[in-house]
Nanobody
């Protein structure tokens, strides 16, 4: 059983900062990509940032230069440092990880429960 537990969301004023964390636990042999997605009310879930096991990173155009993704492989944890936040960043942020839980390179997609980020103007 694999779980992703997120923390760090909250309410912040425009221009402020937040740091999200997501720790993967359970039976984990290897983790491929880890990332963050978000879903605002009435909108589809979208990719925010993603980092592979080889540290290849991609960002949504709307967050480039403001948000930074990183990972600690020893802790099976991914982070999202969010600076210069804007009201349009308001959404539920979901952690995602592609994990081999059996040791047979059978990778599965896992999601966290989501954490609310609200940016006031």
């Amino acid at each position: 059983q694999v779980q992703l537990v997120e923390s760090g969301g909250g309410l912040v004023q425009a221009g402020g900062s937040l740091r999200l964390s997501c720790a993967a636990s359970g039976t984990i042999f290897r983790i491929n990509a880890m990332g963050w997605y978000r879903q605002a009310p009435g909108k589809q879930r979208e990719l925010v940032a993603r980092i592979t096991s080889g540290d290849s990173i991609n960002y949504a155009d709307s967050v480039k230069g403001r948000l930074t993704i990183s990972r600690d492989n020893a802790k099976n944890t991914v982070y999202l440092q969010m600076n210069s936040l804007k009201p349009e960043d308001t959404a539920v942020y979901y952690c995602n990880a592609v994990i081999d839980f059996s040791g047979s390179y059978d990778f599965r997609n896992y999601w966290g429960q989501g954490t609310q980020v609200t940016v006031s103007s």
